[in-house]
């Protein structure tokens, strides 16, 4: 009876899962494994909101397994080792696993192909299984991956998508020991309002955000930056897991008509892009893509106050305060707050990328570190003179205040738009307000960040 390892990684899922579909297909019996990654520990992102949300996902992993008569299979310890032992355990003669972008992704499918070579197994990296596109198919004529993103978009969405597979009917699994499945409950230091993970909640979540009835993607393109009106997916940290497949939620959102949809779908679009970045170059998620020469300040105090939401300007820390609490930020607060670390406060843009994957549910590194450069200058983007005005966006994107008023319950008492200007009420309500002083005028910032760089 042959027998397969079916590896998952950040694709934990049943539904369009084509690792999974070719492991059943190509064997008699499979074992559904994950390793509880010792190496993810040590490079210290085995965060505790991601660790809350992964023991939700592999519970419903192995709830849709064990409805087609499988399981799952725990194990603990280093990736390639734990390998190779369900391998000799089992007899199997191949392992599958979703191709990765990461350094570290790579460096594991490198150690499994030795290491499963030396004992006669094959290991089967199946692409496009995490990404809508894989990130090696659209490449330009010139190098070996899209540097900008326009005109990767162009590719990309004359690019076919990949069929959707449906789930196995049954999956066989031999009698194997493993460890528990992770609990939620057993992880401590998660903050107070991380969402619920797992591919029923991520497919709950993808009906109600499709259903032309509700304010979900046919809003989307003329609300996703209304920070108030929270009127964006969440399916973000779904998509970093892997509980939906990217492909699918392609193809189902250009099946809606109108500008949200193709806002949402343009979206997903960059996802892809980033990850096309990161697996041709690496060393993008520590080095500057392209290098500024900048000579970044290091002040301990305005990071602190930048980490806490104690920066002075409102609506950077509403955002700050919500990624505290839920582990998750609105996009357009992720850019606001990067611009103002980078360029207001000139901090090393690696500073701020670490301190969001260290919170961040959805903390994937070719988003949270490109973005991040594309804030400080040194991504992909050519231009490196875009700054964001807080005070604009926040009239823009929180035009009454709310947002501001329910994150940062200092200045609740403040009505409307002035919310947004506490540092211009008189001295009588200022002192009023347990609320600091701005660490730095926006425009001071920008000219310190255009000074440091040589332009003026």
């Known amino acids: 009876m042959s027998v397969a390892v079916m590896l998952f990684t950040s694709d934990l899922r049943v539904h369009d899962q084509p690792a999974l579909c070719a492991a059943v297909r190509g064997a008699d019996e499979v074992v559904p494994l994950f390793v ?7 490079a210290g992102f085995a965060v505790p909101n991601r660790r809350a949300f992964l023991a939700d996902c592999l519970a419903s992993l192995d709830a849709g397994l064990r409805e087609r008569g499988g399981r ?4 603990i310890g280093d990736v390639t080792e734990q390998v190779c032992r369900v391998v000799t355990e089992s007899g199997a003669r191949a392992v599958h696993i979703a191709a990765g972008v990461s350094a570290y992704a790579k460096r594991r499918e490198d150690l499994l192909r030795t290491a499963l070579t030396a004992v006669r197994c094959v290991l089967h990296v199946h692409e496009g299984v995490t990404t809508a596109v894989p990130p090696g198919q659209l490449t330009p004529a010139d190098s070996n991956h899209y540097a900008a993103f326009e005109p990767y978009l162009g590719s990309w969405t004359r690019a076919g998508l990949r ?4 789930p196995p009917r049954a999956v066989r699994v031999p009698e194997l020991a493993g460890h528990p499945l992770p609990r939620r409950t057993a992880v401590t230091g998660v903050s107070p ?9 991520g497919r709950q979540r993808l009906t109600a955000w499709l259903d032309r009835g509700g304010p979900g993607i046919e809003a989307y393109g003329e609300r996703h930056d209304d920070l108030s009106g929270d009127t964006t997916s969440r399916l973000s940290p779904h998509l970093h897991f892997g509980t939906l497949s990217a492909a ?6 250009r099946s809606v008509d109108g500008p949200g949809a193709d806002a949402f779908v343009r979206r997903l679009a960059r996802r892809d892009f980033h990850h096309q970045v990161l697996a041709a170059r690496p060393d993008a998620a520590h080095a500057d893509y392209r290098p500024r020469g900048d000579r970044w300040r290091r002040d301990e105090k305005d990071v602190t106050a930048w980490k806490e939401g104690r920066t002075g300007c409102p609506v950077v820390d509403a955002g700050m305060r919500q990624l505290l609490h839920e582990g ?10 990067a ?3 980078t360029k207001a406060l000139y901090v090393d843009w690696r500073i701020g990328a670490r301190h969001f994957l260290d919170l961040l549910v959805d903390g994937d590194i070719a988003d949270n570190q490109l973005n991040w450069q594309g ?3 040194t991504g992909t983007d050519p231009r490196t003179d875009r700054v964001l005005d807080p005070l604009a966006s926040a009239q823009r994107f929180d035009p009454h205040g709310d947002h501001v008023r329910r994150w940062v319950p200092e200045l609740a008492e403040l009505a409307g738009p002035e919310v947004h200007r506490p540092w211009a009420l008189d001295d009588l309500r200022r002192a009023r307000l347990d609320y600091p002083e701005p660490l730095v005028d926006p425009e001071e910032g920008r000219a310190r960040c255009e000074q440091a760089r040589g332009q003026v």
């Open 375 to 377: 804030a400080a200058g």
């Open 72 to 75: 799952l299979v725990i194990r």
């Open 193 to 201: 309002a991380v969402a619920r993970g797992g591919e029923h909640e």
């Open 248 to 253: 699918e939620l392609v193809g189902r959102a």
């Open 36 to 42: 509880v990654d010792r190496g993810v520990q040590r």
């Open 163 to 166: 069929e959707v597979v449906a």
């Open 328 to 337: 998750w930020m609105h996009h357009r607060s992720r850019l606001l707050a």
């Open 339 to 341: 611009d103002y670390l």
